[in-house]
Every structure is written in structure tokens, then in C-alpha cells.
């Protein structure tokens, strides 16, 4: 597998039929789906609103407990394929120590044109997410009903796309959370059902405050082995951080010793990874967008020359950048 796989009939029709049915049920219960962006601005500030709300239509809802019908034969087989992984020589490097998974995400993108904007799922390598699974649950699709997952050559600069893939009826598509594999999922004409799964690298996580806390939380992560503290142990990078993960109480929450915990994985917070990443373009992009949002005049806050305003968006998400000039879409 170098970026992503489909595998088609991968479940039993019995277990298929069950989560599909399980999904539709769920349906009003289903909440918006939000993104890293939205999670962390949480409190509903308008940029968590310009951040969040356009990038994604659909409507989600978590299976912790692994309750969801057919969600535990579902697990199990597909737990068994990612161990199979494991001992390929081409993806073994890689799910070294992708000894974990959250439960399972349902998602409907309801058919009024929904869709989710390009993205990568672990877009800065901190939240430890290393392999994306969606088994679709949608049986007689057709192409005039959409909702594709394009998916793009690396990275999130590239407009290339590798192939788009039908969220056809129990197949599942296998890829990396990671840049390797920007994509989108195209707009949906008829409610699009499909089940998500997460393999997380216990490596990365320890490096992060809440991703290492989650390593500890066994409502929130399922340890693939069942053996957390040998997971936790061999995620380790050097002795020190072993004989400290091998004190800590499993299934705990943290109080005054995330300080230490802090100092001895060397935490860093996501927008410090951020900086790190960001090219001087992006920086800048950055800084123009906040400005915009705090109230600057656009011409101001992208340091136009006056011709260069065309028109003001309604959404600064329609910004389009060309050559190094912000140029604005007409969106009315
Ligand atoms: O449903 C799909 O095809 C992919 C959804 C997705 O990209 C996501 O939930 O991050
Ligand atoms: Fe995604």
C-alpha cells in the first residue's frame, strides 16, 4: 500500500446490513461533525464558526463503547487486517507502534450537496492519528449521486488528483491520516452513510498532552493487543520515559503531575508545531486572515495596493490565492 487501498466485500453481508441499519437509526441523534480546528476553539467563537462550519456537512456519531450494531464484529475484522499490516514489509515501518484505535465514528452526509472540504486528518503529526479506515454502507450508488473520496497526490499543496473512490456498498478504503493523503469527500445527492475508524501511534501520541492522556483513557482508545502497559512501554523513546510510563497508574486521569509529564515527553502545544511547519507564506497568510477577522479592512490586512480589491467575500473561506495576491471571490 504506498498511499491508500480499497478493498471491496469486506464484510460479511449480515454485519454490513447491521451497521447500515444501526446507522440510520442513529440519525437523529447525530451531531455536526467537527474538525481539529473547531475542537480547539471550542466556545463558539466566530473563527471557530468560519473555521468549522463550511468545511464540513456531515452528521456523526461516535461508537466509544463499540455498542453500534455489528460495530464489534466490524472491529474485530478489521483490528485483524491492520495486524496483518503489521508484518507487510511495506507498511510494517509505519504501524510500528499503531497499537491503538478509537471506537468507531458513524457518519451521514445527508443528500443535499454535503460534502467535506480537502483536508489532511493528522494534519501536523501531533494528534497521533497514522491510518484512516471508512467502510462505506451505501448499497445501489450510482455516479450521478456523488460524493467520491477524491484523494490527491501529496501534500496539501498539490491540486492533483490520485483517484476518486465510490462509497460503495461494504467496501472499505484504507489510507494514511497523514500529508501523504489530502483529500475531500465530493458533494453528496443522496445521504451518504459511512463508518471511520482511526489507528494511532502510540510513539507520537506520548508527545502531546491530550493524545497521551487518551493513551490512558480505555473508553476513549482501544489498545489493539489488550496489553496497554506493554503498548505504553515499547512507545517509549529512551529509559527515563519508560520507568516513568511504567509508575503510572493505567485508566487515570491527571492532575499536578502533567507538569513533569510535560517537561520529560517535551509537550508542545499544537500552535508551536504550527509555527514550526508554517512556511514564511503561511505565516503571513495567517496573520492576514486574522487581521481580516478582527475587523481590518481586507485591503489592509493582505497589504493590497488599492486596485488589487476586487470585492469583499461574504465567507473568507472563498479567499483564492494566485501568485502571492489574495484575490476574492465573488460570491454573491
Ligand atoms: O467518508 C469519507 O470518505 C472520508 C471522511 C473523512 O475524510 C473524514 O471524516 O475525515
Ligand atoms: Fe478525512
Given amino acids: 500500500m504506498e498511499h491508500f487501498a480499497v478493498l471491496d466485500g469486506f464484510l460479511p453481508e449480515e454485519v454490513c446490513q447491521e451497521l447500515e441499519d444501526g446507522a440510520r437509526h442513529a440519525k437523529p441523534e447525530m451531531v455536526r461533525g467537527a474538525t481539529g480546528a473547531a475542537a480547539k476553539v471550542q466556545g463558539g467563537t466566530d473563527l471557530a464558526k468560519v473555521l468549522n462550519q ?19 464484529d466490524f472491529l474485530r475484522d478489521l483490528d485483524a487486517l491492520v495486524d496483518g499490516l503489521k508484518s507487510c514489509e511495506d507498511t510494517a515501518p509505519k504501524l510500528r507502534c499503531v497499537d491503538w484505535a478509537n471506537g468507531a465514528m458513524f457518519a451521514i452526509y445527508p ?10 486528518d493528522n494534519t501536523l503529526r501531533t494528534d497521533g492519528r497514522r491510518l484512516t479506515a471508512v467502510l462505506y454502507l451505501n448499497r445501489h450508488w450510482t455516479e450521478k449521486d456523488g460524493g467520491c473520496l477524491r484523494i490527491f497526490e501529496p501534500t496539501m499543496q498539490s491540486c492533483q488528483v490520485k483517484r476518486d473512490v465510490e462509497p460503495l456498498w461494504n467496501r472499505l478504503v484504507l489510507f494514511w491520516s497523514t500529508q501523504e493523503v489530502p483529500h475531500e469527500v ?18 507520537e501520541s506520548l508527545r502531546s498532552s491530550e493524545p497521551f492522556q487518551r493513551l490512558f483513557c480505555p473508553t476513549k482508545l482501544r489498545c489493539l493487543s489488550g496489553d496497554r502497559r506493554q503498548c505504553l512501554l515499547r512507545a517509549a523513546r529512551s529509559e ?13 486521569s491527571f492532575g499536578a503531575e502533567l507538569e513533569e509529564l510535560s517537561r520529560l515527553f ?13 512556511t514564511a507564506q503561511d505565516q ?23 486596485h488589487k480589491v476586487i470585492e469583499i467575500p461574504k465567507n473568507p473561506l472563498d479567499f483564492e490565492i494566485v501568485d502571492d495576491e489574495v484575490l476574492f471571490g465573488l460570491v454573491d
Avoid at 517535551?266 to 508554517?278: A, M, P, T
Fill in 186 to 203: 465530493l458533494a453528496s445527492y443522496k445521504d451518504r452513510l459511512a463508518v471511520s475508524v482511526w489507528f494511532i501511534c502510540g510513539e
Fill in 284 to 306: 503571513a497568510i495567517r496573520l492576514a486572515v486574522q487581521k481580516a477577522l478582527d475587523g481590518h479592512r481586507p485591503e489592509e490586512a493582505f497589504g493590497l495596493k488599492a
Fill in 54 to 72: 463550511p468545511s464540513r456537512g456531515d452528521v456523526v456519531k461516535f461508537s466509544d463503547d463499540g455498542q453500534m450494531p455489528g460495530c464489534q
Fill in 111 to 120: 443528500g443535499g450537496a454535503s460534502r467535506y472540504i480537502k483536508h489532511v
Fill in 266 to 278: 517535551g509537550w508542545r502545544s499544537e500552535e508551536e508545531v504550527q509555527r514550526e511547519q508554517d
Fill in 240 to 252: 527515563e520515559e519508560r520507568s516513568s510510563l511504567a509508575k503510572l497508574p493505567l485508566a487515570t
